[in-house]
Structures are given as C-alpha cells and as structure tokens.
C-alpha cells in the first residue's frame, strides 16, 4: 500500500465538520479514489445529509474541478477516467436515494455514437464527465441508426442528444439523422451536441446540430448552457 493510501487511511472521517468531509470528497475524486468515495459518501449519508446536496457539494463540485483542469490541460484522458470511475461509485450509492426523494435532475442525455463507427472511448468520457455533472446519462453504445435514436428518445424524452463520430466516413451520419428528427417534427424537443476527431464548429452548424464539442469538459459546459437556457436562467 502507498504512502497515501496510508496517509488517507489516518483521516478519521467521523472527526471532519460536513464542509471538511466534501473538500476531502474533491480531493478523493481528483485523485481517483473509488472506495474512498464510497466511505465518504456513506459518512455523509450517516449524518442524514440529503443525498441532493451529498451529489452536488460533494460529487459534481468535484468534478467541476476535474472538468476545468481537463480543459486546461493539467489532467489527461486516463486521470478523468479514473475520477470517472469514482463518481460512479459514489452515484451507485445515492442514485437509489434520490430517486426516492424526488431530486431534481440537472438533464437527461442520450448518446451514442452514430452507424457504421465503433469508436466509443470519447463518447464513455463524454458519458462519464455528464454524468459527473449531475445529468442522467442514457448511453445506447455504438453503430447507432436513426432507428436507434428514435428509439431511446421515444423510451427517455432526453434534453439533450449527443452523437459520435471518429471517421469522416460516419460524420454524414449525423445528418440523416438531424433531418430526421425535422421530418418527425421532434427536432425542436431535443438539443443536438456533436462530438468528435474530425468534426468541427463549421460541420455542426452546417448539418444544424446546435453545437460542435471538441471535447468532454466542452460538452459538460454547453450542455449546462443550454439547460440553463432551457429553464430560462439566460
């Protein structure tokens, strides 16, 4: 075991005041730390804090500060994935919770990326990063076809739909799939993010998704503007 394991395993969580207890949760998420989070989470619970505010004191705080730092370059792809890894730890324990008190969600997303395209590691970051920021994330995986989309929108009525695509061979894609959703008068329900290596701001606008996200921390920004935009807070 490492030294700071062994140094977290000395912080007696029952001796943190709440406001300790959360910085800890920010540091653990930051570091990965899946059992941690879990401890903390249930120290929380112990306490009878609402599982609402353990979720977004504790869990989507910490994110955020993964999320800028992926932004700006100081954390990488498998550093967010570990941090990943551990909100959904902590997410096991309180997704029961806070269906059973009625909190409110930030969003719902369905994602997926699109036909003939089997690349999913930016998309099950993308997932991850959302999820970490408060949305109920509904992932339909790879090789999506129109049918696919309809399919889970129909099943989830999601705010947001985001779609994938490594190969400039699948971005057309996208585009079926837009017009579609215009042909079945349902694309003004639904905001369209699009994602991925060989896309740009440009692409979006012109197969008219309503944004373009070059990356995870990207996409968690835009989805909140455009929630925010939804409830009219902008």
Known sequence: MSEDMNEEDEIILEDLSTEELYELMHEDLYDGYIDEIAEEVNEALSREI????ILTKGLVAGMDIVGIDFRDGILFVPEVLMAAKAMKAGMAILRPLLAETGAPSVGTMVIGTVKGDIHDIGKNLVGMMME???????DIGIN???????????QHNPD???MSALLTTTMPYMRVVIQALKDANIRQNVTVLVGGAPLNDAFAED?????????????VETAKKFMAIKRGEI
């Open 50 to 53: 609402a599982p609402y505010e």
């Open 132 to 138: 970490g920021a408060g949305f109920e994330v509904i």
């Open 144 to 154: 999506n076809s129109v049918d696919d989309y309809f399919e889970a929108m129909k």
């Open 160 to 162: 947001i739909l985001g």
């Open 207 to 219: 197969i008219e998704a309503d944004a373009y996200c070059r990356d995870a921390a990207v996409a």
